[in-house]
């Protein structure tokens, strides 16, 4: 399951040029939860 989160992140974020804001919002979770999520993958 964690792997399928990081792909939608991931993949979500590449869709969107890397806003964080708008790929928060297509997830439907929120901006922090995507850069701590980032930062476990140990990306920025």
Do not use: C, K, P
Not at 5 to 17: C, K, M, N, P, Y
Not at 23 to 35: G, H, N
């Amino acid at each position: 399951m964690a792997e399928i989160e990081r792909h939608a992140i991931l993949s979500t974020l590449d869709a969107v040029g890397g806003s964080t804001a708008r790929a928060a919002e297509i997830l439907d979770i929120s901006v922090r939860t995507i850069q701590y999520r980032l930062h476990t993958y140990g990306r920025r």
